[in-house]
């Protein structure tokens, strides 16, 4: 089964609110990452939190980590008609053999305008 | 260059076609990795380089034959593919865990 679940799984905003979309995992992790997806095209790399940090912010982004509950949020601020798209949380696991992410499922946001 | 490319964007073969699809980045990273992505579905894991070695193989059907001919070209060779494996295909690269994604070729398979 997929490492990371997501919820919501669809939010719909107006422009200028915030956005919230959290993720869960299960295992242990050294890094979680989040991407942004715009309408099936490639993956934008939006964050990275290793598995001792605890917040990092990004500009509007803030995420932040908890690995007592493995779980991770992604706050996105004064959201933008151009914020619309699919945002995916990935878990990372490094080794020998390379970094291998496990996305969770998505969460879709839509920002009216 | 801070970008991972792939070509083509998008291909249209048939199920007894030979095809390749490719990846170039040039940013140093030493572990690049292949994605499969259906719709409305997060990508899934195919392929894993590791300093131009195959390092992992998540049990993906013979009919794709992954390549790394040098640290900054990925090579993907589809045969004799069925309808189902019709997806966006990426893209990536790494260095220290975080993974650049490229913009994907779309493969339609009829």
């Known amino acids: 089964s997929q490492q990371g679940e997501e919820d919501p799984q669809a939010l719909s905003i107006q422009e200028g609110e915030n956005a919230t979309m959290n993720c869960s995992y299960k295992?242990?992790?050294?890094?979680l990452q989040w991407y942004r997806q715009n309408s099936g095209r490639g993956l934008v790399h939006l964050i990275l939190?290793?598995?001792?940090?605890r917040e990092k912010h990004s500009g509007r982004l803030r995420v932040t980590l908890d690995t007592s509950k493995k779980s991770s949020s992604l706050l996105i601020t004064a959201s933008r008609a151009a914020d619309t798209a699919s945002y995916f949380c990935?878990?990372?696991?490094?080794?020998?053999?390379?970094?291998?992410?496990?996305f969770g499922e998505g969460t879709q946001l839509t920002v009216n305008p | 260059d801070t970008e991972v490319t792939q070509t083509p964007k998008h291909l249209v073969m048939g199920m007894t076609n030979k095809k390749s699809l490719k990846c170039e980045q040039h940013?140093?990273?030493?572990?690049m990795y292949w994605y499969k992505q259906k719709a409305k579905k997060p990508p899934e894991l195919m392929f894993v380089?590791?300093?131009?070695?195959?390092?992992i193989n998540e049990s993906v059907p013979s009919r794709f034959s992954p390549e790394c001919p040098n640290s900054s070209l990925l090579n993907l060779h589809l045969h004799a593919l069925q309808p189902e494996d019709s997806a966006l295909y990426l893209c990536a690269s790494s260095l220290d865990g975080e993974q650049f994604f490229g913009p994907g070729t779309r493969l339609t398979v009829l």
């Open positions: 380089y590791s300093y131009e070695k195959l390092s």
């Open positions: 990935a878990t990372a696991r490094i080794g020998t053999s390379g970094s291998r992410l496990t």
């Open positions: 295992t242990s992790i050294n890094n």
């Open positions: 939190i290793r598995s001792n940090e």
């Open positions: 940013m140093g990273h030493r572990a």
